[in-house]
């Protein structure tokens, strides 16, 4: 015997409908270093917003740009290597034992916001060993804390006392000085980390290295790093809200863009789940007629998610989506073979014609034409295996509802 337990939301069909999502994506401020200060004009060091050393007094990178007046890579100082993404990136010394006084940096990254407690994140930055360093090495990780770091007073010295969260594995050594190298993982916040920082939390003794270039005057490594990230392990899909738009105009959905799940994101326009319309994680679009948009997303530490948006051509058609949504009644609660619709103004219903079942990968697997002749539909689902399905009514507009369908046995 079939059971049927149904959901009826305002939204499209598909099942990728997640409310209350966080507009927050990549935790990181200015994980790219394309967001430069007045200093950039002037100075390779403190150039980028968000990111300054532990001890302000101090300085933990310099600033590699394609851009004038500086424009600087990719020739900088010591390295010939172009940023991964954009315009900048940033360079550190982590090991330099021959040096005397203090010689290492530790970018620090002032988050978006403090992570939560007991949420797993996904880490990533990606890496280049700058072309003059003698030597390549493996201790390379990124510590996240709290307000605490400000205490630090010497913070150009090994920080042993700190224990990176995600870490190059000990024995990986890199010397690439050609590509940029990605440095991944995950771990679990505590729920006070407030800041990241960047650099070689390991004394100079248990540093691994494999040496690279022995013509150069410096003994040790300069690090260059590009698009920093931090992300939710289960990071959901995000379209953004149902939207009206006036005909002729744009309007934006999904994420604001960002480099660490702009690659990740695909959009299409529905029914067309073949041919993408764009590569990022939010766009601007300007239908002619009411559309529904889909995003997937497929990013390095998570599954497989999507999400959907309708945009509706005329200033009103939201509301009146709403109010129709309201007016519904399904029963039995639950069903077993059939489930009724019910609408107490037929009136506002006699152009909503077709019906259509949806399994939970969007694809269709049965349409027919309804009539709420007498304010009724009766709908069998008899024939539907086990699992979760979603019916979807529109107009003639393209206007929908979808009910959301889980059968068991």
Same mark, same amino acid.
């Given at each position: 015997?079939?059971?049927?337990?149904?959901?009826?939301?305002?939204?499209?069909?598909?099942?990728?409908?997640?409310?209350?999502?966080?507009?927050?994506?990549?935790?990181?401020?200015?994980?790219?270093?394309?967001?430069?200060?007045?200093?950039?004009?002037?100075?390779?060091?403190?150039?980028?917003?968000?990111?300054?050393?532990?001890?302000?007094?101090?300085?933990?990178?310099?600033?590699?740009?394609?851009?004038?007046? %500086?424009?600087?890579?990719?020739? =900088?100082?010591? +390295?010939?290597? @172009?940023?991964?993404? !954009? $315009?900048?990136?940033?360079?550190? #010394?982590?090991?330099?034992?021959?040096?005397?006084?203090?010689?290492?940096?530790?970018?620090?990254?002032?988050?978006?916001?403090?992570?939560?407690?007991?949420?797993?994140?996904?880490?990533?930055?990606?890496?280049?060993?700058?072309?003059?360093?003698?030597?390549?090495?493996?201790?390379?990780?990124?510590?996240?804390?709290?307000?605490?770091?400000?205490?630090?007073?010497?913070?150009?010295?090994?920080?042993?006392?700190?224990?990176?969260?995600?870490?190059?594995?000990?024995?990986?050594?890199?010397?690439?000085?050609?590509?940029?190298?990605? %440095?991944?993982?995950?771990?679990? =916040?505590?729920? +006070?980390?407030? @800041?990241?920082?960047? !650099? $070689?939390?390991?004394?100079?003794? #248990?540093?691994?290295?494999?040496?690279?270039?022995?013509?150069?005057?410096?003994?040790?490594?300069?690090?260059?790093?590009?698009?920093?990230?931090?992300?939710?392990?289960?990071?959901?899909?995000?379209?953004?809200?149902?939207?009206?738009?006036?005909?002729?105009?744009?309007?934006?959905?999904?994420?604001?863009?960002?480099?660490?799940?702009?690659?990740?994101?695909?959009?299409?326009?529905?029914?067309?789940?073949?041919?993408?319309?764009?590569?990022?994680?939010?766009?601007?679009?300007?239908?002619?007629?009411?559309?529904?948009?889909?995003?997937?997303?497929?990013?390095?530490?998570?599954?497989?998610?999507?999400?959907?948006?309708?945009?509706?051509?005329?200033?009103?058609?939201?509301?009146?989506?709403?109010?129709?949504?309201?007016?519904?009644?399904?029963?039995?609660?639950?069903?077993?073979?059939?489930?009724?619709?019910?609408?107490?103004?037929?009136?506002?219903?006699?152009?909503?014609?077709?019906?259509?079942?949806?399994?939970?990968?969007?694809?269709?697997?049965?349409?027919?034409?309804?009539?709420?002749?007498?304010?009724?539909?009766?709908?069998?689902?008899?024939?539907?295996?086990?699992?979760?399905?979603?019916?979807?009514?529109?107009?003639?507009?393209?206007?929908?509802?979808?009910?959301?369908?889980?059968?068991?046995?």
């Amino acid at each position: 015997m079939l059971r049927l337990w149904y959901i009826w939301t305002f939204s499209f069909f598909l099942p990728f409908l997640y409310l209350g999502q966080s507009q927050i994506a990549n935790y990181v401020s200015n994980g790219s270093f394309e967001s430069l200060n007045t200093n950039s004009l002037s100075s390779y060091y403190n150039a980028v917003n968000y990111w300054q050393p532990i001890d302000t007094n101090k300085f933990a990178d310099f600033l590699a740009t394609l851009l004038q007046p %500086i424009a600087n890579a990719p020739h =900088a100082g010591s +390295t010939f290597q @172009y940023p991964k993404t !954009g $315009n900048n990136y940033i360079g550190s #010394t982590l090991f330099c034992p021959t040096c005397t006084g203090n010689a290492r940096g530790y970018p620090r990254n002032r988050l978006k916001q403090t992570l939560s407690a007991n949420v797993t994140y996904c880490v990533k930055y990606f890496i280049s060993i700058a072309n003059m360093s003698t030597c390549g090495m493996d201790a390379i990780g990124a510590y996240f804390g709290n307000s605490t770091l400000d205490t630090i007073n010497y913070c150009n010295i090994p920080l042993t006392y700190l224990t990176p969260q995600v870490q190059n594995p000990t024995g990986n050594i890199i010397i690439d000085t050609l590509n940029w190298v990605a %440095i991944t993982g995950t771990f679990v =916040a505590n729920g +006070t980390e407030k @800041y990241m920082v960047l !650099g $070689n939390f390991k004394s100079n003794a #248990t540093t691994n290295t494999i040496a690279i270039n022995t013509s150069s005057v410096v003994a040790g490594t300069d690090v260059c790093f590009d698009d920093v990230s931090v992300i939710e392990l289960n990071l959901p899909a995000y379209a953004g809200p149902d939207k009206s738009v006036i005909p002729g105009d744009s309007v934006f959905i999904g994420r604001e863009p960002d480099f660490a799940i702009d690659s990740g994101c695909t959009w299409f326009k529905l029914p067309n789940l073949t041919t993408a319309i764009d590569t990022i994680s939010g766009l601007w679009v300007k239908p002619t007629v009411t559309t529904a948009y889909v995003v997937r997303q497929i990013l390095d530490c998570s599954s497989e998610k999507w999400d959907t948006v309708m945009v509706y051509i005329n200033p009103v058609g939201l509301e009146k989506l709403k109010l129709l949504s309201e007016e519904v009644k399904i029963y039995p609660v639950p069903a077993k073979d059939f489930v009724e619709l019910s609408v107490p103004n037929i009136d506002s219903w006699k152009d909503f014609r077709i019906l259509a079942i949806y399994n939970n990968l969007g694809q269709i697997i049965r349409e027919e034409e309804i009539n709420f002749k007498g304010g009724n539909v009766s709908i069998n689902v008899s024939d539907l295996p086990a699992g979760v399905y979603f019916m979807k009514l529109t107009n003639s507009e393209n206007e929908g509802f979808s009910k959301k369908l889980i059968i068991v046995k």
